[in-house]
């Protein structure tokens, strides 16, 4: 059974980049819908191929980027840098649609002959726009169809094709990657813990605006970092635009 790489898994990836990206650099980084093009091939892009491995199949992916990298305030974030987070997302993206764990591998040089379906689409980093372009080779639409590997669109235009999947069968689970997979959308509540007191009742009831309550921390103590009640982290608090955050400073070990 064959299965041809569609336009529209190639912008879930591309937006599933952009949310990767997003959290490392912490502000928000959407992603445009992707188009066919002709692969750039000159001296202001920088051009590096990535392996993602799923079982015994591997499948390439070869990220252009402008070699400038991109700006994010005072700071410059390196092409390999770039490449390394957006393909980091696109490895999730795929984890998610395959229901099994996807192994990326490190950005290397992309070879001379490179070959495939060319996809461009533009970043907005904070206020700076960069365009990012991907060729997915055809071992790449297969690890995203479940198919054997085929030829992608040509770059002279759209493709139209009847969609074809491949036959379900029963799976067992993949380890404890798998295990893991089916809780990644619970929502869990996070609480940050400043410290704690206590008062007797008629103390509660004297309090007025201005009153002072004494915890049972000291000025510079960490913050406890309390998941569902649960104690997994303290921190610093720090201030992050005009919101309070916190800086994870140590993990707390399960007893």
């Not at 690890?143 to 067992?172: M, Y």
Request: with cysteine.
């Amino acid at each position: 059974m064959t299965a041809t790489l569609q336009e529209t898994t190639v912008a879930e990836l591309a937006q599933a980049a952009a949310e990767s990206l997003s959290q490392i650099l912490g502000i928000e980084v959407a992603a445009e819908i992707p188009v066919i093009v002709p692969f750039p091939s000159d001296d202001s892009v920088v051009t590096l191929r990535s392996t993602l491995t799923l079982g015994d199949a591997v499948g390439g992916l070869v990220t252009a980027v402008p070699a400038t990298g991109a700006t994010v305030g005072d700071s410059t974030i390196e092409p390999g840098q770039l490449v390394a987070a957006l393909v980091e997302g696109v490895g999730t993206a795929l984890t998610r649609l395959n229901g099994a764990a996807v192994q990326v591998g490190a950005a290397e040089p992309a070879p001379a002959d490179v070959s495939g379906a060319a996809y461009v689409f533009d970043l907005n980093i904070g206020s700076e726009l960069v365009k990012i372009c991907w060729v997915v080779e055809a071992s790449l639409g297969a690890l995203i169809a479940g198919g054997d590997p085929v030829d992608p669109p040509a770059a002279e235009g759209p493709s139209v094709a009847p969609a074809t999947f491949p036959e379900l069968t029963p799976q067992a689970p993949q380890g404890r990657a798998r295990e893991l997979q089916l809780l990644a959308d619970v929502p869990m509540n996070v609480t940050v813990e400043v410290g704690r007191g206590s008062l007797q009742v008629r103390e509660l009831l004297a309090l007025v605006q201005g009153s002072i309550v004494e915890l049972d921390r000291v000025i510079g103590s960490p913050v406890d970092v309390l998941v569902n009640g649960s104690l997994v982290a303290h921190g610093d608090i720090v201030l992050v635009g005009d919101d309070l955050g916190v800086r994870i400073t140590e993990i707390v070990e399960p007893l």
